[in-house]
């Protein structure tokens, strides 16, 4: 499973969970403007925005998972199975295979607005990278500044919803998630009242009884509601390292810890990784699971106007100060 989520604060962030039992040997990949983008159905594009985010670079190909552009739009895969429905070529439209999907809107579009201007005349086609690597079945996440959006691809093509949590699971569809959040219009982080009933004494014994009834678990609609909560209620702060701790302490709240969630082929699930972008300032930080300590990669320190690909190792073992 995975959680996105975005962050209005001094500056706008955005990121997620990566939670998966394999690695694909992804690294932090800078796509400089005139790498050359070829497509499977469509034109190359050889000169585009530069992006960064995560990615399993194969074939000088980088196949990302999530990533920002140097305009601030945003996108992240999280996983959609049984409900992601890839379809047949279709002439007359942009015929896009999933795995070229950030690339194709990161590339092209600079806000929310152009992106959905794009999607109205694009598909995503049942066309794999390879052999090897099948079809990933994905609903996406777009943001800038401004607004938020959920694709979802679906048997009469793309679905397009406004988000106005800023967040993504998984399943079920994203429609869903919403319906569900009205569940908890109750929850409140102030201490609450005796709404319980006036003939019977109660009163608040501890911290954070106004959150009890906000669900726990890691399942999807779980996840979504914790985030969704945590999010809305934590506080802005004043400087860049407070805000990007903010932003991990959110996703934290809705990570896996390696054991507690086994998958049908009894693999265990955890947070591979967790990424916050500063959308504005162009920084990918990131942190692993077994690595706490937060690693940022700048855009703006490469050179945007090249055309090779820049892939940044993650930092996997554990970094920790000793103090004497
Ligand atoms: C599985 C990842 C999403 C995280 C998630 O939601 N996990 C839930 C797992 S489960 O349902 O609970 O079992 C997705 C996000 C991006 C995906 C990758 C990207 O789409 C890029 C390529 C695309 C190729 O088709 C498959 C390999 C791949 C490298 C994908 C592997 C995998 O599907 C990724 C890593």
Redesign the pocket.
């Known amino acids: 499973?995975?959680t996105a989520v975005t962050y209005e604060g001094m500056n706008f962030y955005f990121g997620r969970n990566?939670?998966?039992?394999v690695s694909?040997n992804?690294k932090v990949t800078i796509t400089p403007r005139q790498f050359e983008f070829r497509f499977r159905n469509e034109a190359a594009i050889k000169s585009h925005w530069a992006m960064i985010g995560m990615?399993?670079v194969i074939d000088n190909y980088p196949?990302?998972?999530d990533a920002m552009n140097e305009k601030g739009l945003c996108m992240a895969?999280?996983?959609f199975?049984g409900n992601a429905c890839y379809l047949s070529r279709k002439e007359g439209m942009e015929n896009i295979a999933?795995?070229e999907f950030i690339p194709f809107i990161l590339g092209n579009c600079s806000s929310v607005e152009e992106a959905v201007a794009v999607l109205k005349n694009t598909i995503l086609i049942n066309e794999?990278?390879n052999d090897l690597?099948?079809?990933?079945p994905?609903h996406w996440i777009i943001s800038d500044q401004k607004r938020s959006i959920v694709v979802e691809p679906m048997s009469h093509g793309l679905k397009i919803f406004d988000n106005p949590v800023g967040v993504l699971t998984?399943n079920p569809t994203f429609d869903y998630h919403l319906t569900n959040l009205n569940n908890y219009l109750n929850l409140t982080s102030a201490p609450p009242n005796n709404r319980f009933s006036g003939k019977v004494d109660l009163s608040v014994s501890s911290i954070g009884m106004g959150s009890i009834g906000l669900p726990g678990d890691l399942s999807s609609p779980s996840r979504f509601v914790r985030a969704a909560f945590t999010k809305a209620n934590a506080t802005e702060e004043t400087d860049e390292g407070s805000e990007v701790a903010q932003f991990f302490h959110i996703l934290d709240a809705v990570a896996f810890t390696k054991g507690c969630a086994v998958?049908e082929d009894g693999r265990e699930?955890l947070t591979i990784y967790s990424a916050c972008m500063n959308t504005q300032k162009g920084i990918y930080y990131y942190k692993t699971y077994s690595n706490n300590q937060i690693s940022a990669v700048y855009l703006n320190r490469a050179d945007l106007d090249g055309s090779k690909l820049e892939t940044f190792e993650l930092i996997t073992s554990q970094q920790i100060r000793d103090i004497n």
């Open positions: 499973m995975c990566l939670d998966l039992d694909f992804e990615a399993a196949l990302y998972y895969g999280l996983n199975p999933p795995f794999p990278f690597l099948p079809l990933a994905l998984n998958n699930e």
